[in-house]
DNA sequence: TTGTAGGCGTTATCAA
DNA sequence: TTGATAACGCCTACAA
């Protein structure tokens, strides 16, 4: 027997009110099929008058599709992978999808298989995996795993066959940068990288070694630290490159918190940037064109990332549902832009 | 009748294979009741063996309890609102909910009520609002409109009667950072405000005129110029400042990117810091640190925020659930901290 | 155009 | 300790 207190109203109630079947209510709802004007009216009168708001859950047990993408995500105290939050969150919702967070707090040893249980106990329709390939940390990706998995897309991991990717071209970034300082005739560029095991930092490394190389220069050990990310890695760094090499004239940070870092030891110095030394970095946080002097830095369109991951993924689900096979992943490569600020502009001394 | 190929295994398939009923396969897992060692060790051998997920949607359906919070945020690319989602994410977690996420893009206009509808129709066990207080954008917030909601917790809003807040002491902040400055000698104080439709820019504009009081001087208008929190408007804000009180000698901003913009027009006008001008920010946002000068700034502990707020809302849904009487919502406030770094220290000239 | 019956995958109740 | 049965709230055939 049901009390009408603590009684949530469910598309039944509608029914009744209405006088109509059930069905009848659902298909007014889904417009799956055809209703008599009048009675939609009816219908919809008795919903208002309810306050009725359907069960997602039961709509989701039978549909067998949630309406929901998870996304786990790491790193969001940086600026990039909220960027492509942000980018997801946009495109989600346009595309009528709501999304399950899952940060990874250390994204190097968290309990990916929890995770990934999680999301499909869920039954979430597709799984966005935003989280930075560090070191060993993607060894789980293979296809007999991701087969037993809703399809999935990846952010900004290196390329593997026959899974969906969404990249940034970091080597192309690091090469606009290294060129303009070359450009800028700079003639000792030194490099300060991320940690060697995220896949960017290698990436980074690379295109600014290339690019030296290919004009003929020298790229030896001792242009290059490793720094951490943090503009205090990036304080040690410029130090050390500037014992290493104290003709050094230029320096391309793999991000903008460690060319910050660099600015300051500069400051401190009283090195004039970009003067004496010239200074890029990688990212163009907010910040960065406020920085003394202003940065250049190269800028990633990390929230277009974010909308093509959720478009990519919504294709995926759509064929998947159809039945049909779905075509191969493809791996999807947005190119970064250098901005110039003052920070790089002019010849050296 | 079934094919074997495409059925989710479900919680039947697997009494079947361990030869018990579909409840003990339930009790067994969720230890809702006993089972028999033997059995047990059979149904976990079945459910390994099949791939066997529980479908977190029927559970739902049944218990009435999705396990899940929902999260409106907003500001996201803000450094504040980041912070609390981390926060939030990681009590979550360990509290076994899940987060459905919404960000609103323009907090001022965006259809609230279409994101209540659709979390209720989620079945969320509960919701942070996270979104800055703007304008009237808080005016739906009311008994009767929250009643036919789940327990909600409102994040950093002017205190209600009858909703639960966990909130940030920015007038505490602002009272910090003004006193630093008269305790270093300093006599005419400005301020660049945020927009002062936020709350927030209210507040901390408010601990800075008080306290410019209670010390015996004067707030007049000419001292405060607002800005939009950019660092653009930092910039501009200060050359104002300076037009309109040429004998400015600190500045206390409302959040670090418009310190960040005032920084740099003292570089610019080649004012030294905090020689001529003492600077003091708001946030503590991690480049604040590597600025040059190195920034003074209130720090907000904004991830205990978002822990708070998962533990105040899960008490709530808790309560709701057994049926009691929901205690009357109350109103928390973490004190923030001055960190106090170069940009500010010492006497004027 | 509308109604009826059955099922989506779990859990809770009541017996056994 | 275990098994059958009836919900939970919705959608979809099939009939009418």
Do not use: C
Not at 148 to 160: A, D, E, K, N, S
Not at 161 to 174: K, Q
Request: hydrophobic share 40%; proline share 5%; charged share 20%.
């Amino acid at each position: 027997m049901k009390t009408l207190s603590q009684h949530r109203v469910t598309i039944v109630d509608v029914a009744r009110a209405a006088h109509v079947s059930a069905g009848t209510v659902s298909n007014a709802l889904t417009g799956k099929r055809p209703v008599a004007e009048a009675t939609r009216a009816r219908i919809l009168a008795a919903i208002a008058d309810l306050g009725y708001q359907p069960n997602l859950l039961a709509r989701g047990l039978v549909n067998r599709r949630t309406q929901t993408i998870g996304v786990v995500a790491s790193g969001l105290e940086y600026y990039g992978p909220t960027r492509a939050l942000i980018g997801i969150d946009r495109a989600a919702t346009s595309l009528g999808y709501g999304l399950l967070l899952d940060l990874l707090h250390s994204p190097m040893e968290d309990d990916v298989e929890a995770v990934l249980n999680l999301l499909s106990a869920r039954r979430v329709d597709g799984i966005i995996w935003a989280v930075h390939e560090i070191g060993h940390n993607h060894r789980w990706i293979n296809e007999e795993r991701l087969s037993r998995l809703p399809p999935i897309v990846f952010l900004t991991m290196q390329p593997q066959p026959g899974v969906a990717v969404i990249n940034t071209d970091n080597v192309l970034g690091a090469r606009l940068a290294t060129r303009h300082l070359l450009e800028q005739g700079r003639r000792v560029i030194g490099h300060i990288s991320g940690p060697q095991e995220w896949w960017e930092a290698r990436e980074r490394q690379r295109g600014w070694r290339q690019t030296l190389l290919e004009a003929g220069r020298e790229a030896p050990e001792e242009l290059v630290v490793e720094g951490n990310w943090s503009a205090a890695s990036g304080e040690a760094g410029l130090y050390r490159l500037l014992e290493q090499r104290p003709d050094l004239d230029a320096v391309f940070a793999a991000n903008d918190q460690m060319a910050l870092g660099a600015l300051r030891v500069a400051h401190r110095l009283g090195k004039t940037v970009p003067g004496e030394l010239a200074v890029v970095g990688y990212d163009n946080i907010p910040e960065a064109a406020y920085f003394w002097p202003s940065l250049t830095t190269v800028r990633q369109h990390l929230s277009d990332v974010g909308g093509l991951a959720v478009q990519s993924l919504h294709a995926l689900v759509e064929t998947k549902r159809n039945g049909k096979e779905t075509p191969p992943p493809t791996v999807q490569t947005l190119s970064p832009e250098l901005i110039v600020r003052e920070s790089s502009l002019g010849q050296a001394h």
